[in-house]
Nanobody, 117 residues
Framework: QVQLVESGGGLVQAGGSLRLSCAAS????????MFWHRQAPGKEREFIAT????????AYADSVKGRFAISRDNAKNTVYLQMNYLKPEDTAVYYC??????????WGQGTQVTVSS
C-alpha cells in the first residue's frame, strides 16, 4: 500500500555526518507519523526517532538525542534523518517505518551506515 525506499547511507569517520532519506510512494504519508529504526549485527532492531504528521514534534532514543534530527517534507513525500557527531556504535542498517491506519506498519529495505573509529 505504501513503498518506502531509504538512501544516503555509507562509510563515514567518527565525528562526521550523514543525511538519510526515506522516499515514499504508492500513497501520501502526510497524515502519518513516521519512524526511523536501526539494527546492528547480532542485535535487536531499535527505535531511534519519530515525527508527527505535520512535523511539529519529534522524539528520540536517548542514544541519539542531541546528535540526530528527524524531519519531513510532505510536499516531497519524504522523511529525513540528519545524523551528526557519529560514533562507531551508530553502525547499523537504518530503516524507515510508516503506520497506516487500518493497514499496519510498512518498512523500507534499509540503508547501511558504517562509522569508523
Amino acid at each position: 500500500q505504501v513503498q518506502l525506499v531509504e538512501s544516503g547511507g555509507g562509510l563515514v569517520q567518527a565525528g562526521g555526518s550523514l543525511r538519510l532519506s526515506c522516499a515514499a510512494s504508492g500513497r501520501t504519508i502526510s497524515t502519518y507519523p513516521m519512524f526511523w529504526h536501526r539494527q546492528a549485527p547480532g542485535k535487536e532492531r531499535e527505535f531511534i526517532a519519530t515525527i508527527t504528521s505535520s512535523g511539529s514534534s519529534s522524539a528520540y532514543a536517548d542514544s541519539v538525542k542531541g546528535r540526530f534530527a528527524i524531519s519531513r517534507d510532505n510536499a516531497k513525500n519524504t522523511v529525513y534523518l540528519q545524523m551528526n557527531y557519529l560514533k562507531p556504535e551508530d553502525t547499523a542498517v537504518y530503516y524507515c517505518r510508516a503506520v497506516v491506519p487500518g493497514k499496519g506498519a510498512f518498512w523500507g529495505q534499509g540503508t547501511q551506515v558504517t562509522v569508523s573509529s
